[in-house]
Structure formats: structure tokens, C-alpha cells
């Protein structure tokens, strides 16, 4: 049974940083990703990695040069380290996985799906 827990979410103010983890069993994925979901709003892209391709790495542009997406094979983890954060960061963030081998930046090509991790970034 594929299970993706995450963790490392929490409450913090604004320029700080938070760590999330994602750590997968069942078997492990090709491509990994985290998304975002805020109050109201879609769940959108903030990163993903895929591990065939080298590690290549894939960020939305609200992410970048701030956040980074890493993964550590031997405990089949994903990482999302998140520094200068923003009041706008505040959402629940959903790790995933994707059984397909084309990277990809597609929540609906996504296959499965973590419970969900609360950020709120207070200004």
C-alpha cells in the first residue's frame, strides 16, 4: 500500500523558514512534487523533482530562488526547504507522486497524494 506522510509544516513569521518532509512507502516514484492549497483557491504547482533524470528539478516561479526541492533515495524522502517566507506562502501544502516517467508539473498527473501539511506565515 502506497503511503506518502508529510511533516515540517507550522507556523512562522514572515522571512523565515520552514523544512517539509515527505516520506513515501510502497515503493518509490520517479517524480515527486509538493503543491499548495490555499483558502479559496485552487491547488497549484510549487516544485517537483524527478530522480531519472538526475535529480532534474522543476519550481512555479512564486518558488524560486526560495524554495528547493531535494530527495534522499536511501529513505525514499522528499524535501522541501522553504527560506524567505511570505504571508502568501500560507497554505496547505500536499506532497505527491507520480506514477509516470515523464517529468511533470501536472497536479492531474499526479497518482497519489499526501494528507496535507498547515504553513501559515504571519507578517
Known amino acids: 500500500q502506497v503511503q506518502l506522510v508529510e511533516s515540517g509544516g507550522g507556523l512562522v513569521q514572515a522571512g523565515g523558514s520552514l523544512r517539509l518532509s515527505c516520506a513515501a512507502s510502497g515503493r518509490t516514484f520517479s517524480n515527486m512534487g509538493w503543491f499548495r492549497q490555499a483558502p479559496g483557491k485552487e491547488r497549484e504547482f510549487v516544485a517537483a523533482?524527478?530522480?531519472?533524470?538526475?535529480?532534474?528539478?522543476s519550481y512555479a516561479d512564486s518558488a524560486k530562488g526560495r524554495f528547493t526541492i531535494s530527495r534522499d533515495n536511501a529513505k525514499n524522502t522528499v524535501y522541501l526547504q522553504m527560506n524567505s517566507l511570505k504571508p502568501e506562502d500560507t497554505a496547505v501544502y500536499y506532497c505527491?507522486?507520480?506514477?509516470?516517467?515523464?517529468?511533470?508539473?501536472?497536479?492531474?498527473?499526479?497518482?497519489?497524494w499526501g494528507q496535507g501539511t498547515q504553513v501559515t506565515v504571519s507578517s
Open positions: 523533482i524527478n530522480w531519472r533524470i538526475g535529480g532534474m528539478t
Open positions: 505527491a507522486a507520480a506514477l509516470g516517467a515523464i517529468f511533470t508539473m501536472k497536479k492531474n498527473e499526479y497518482d497519489y
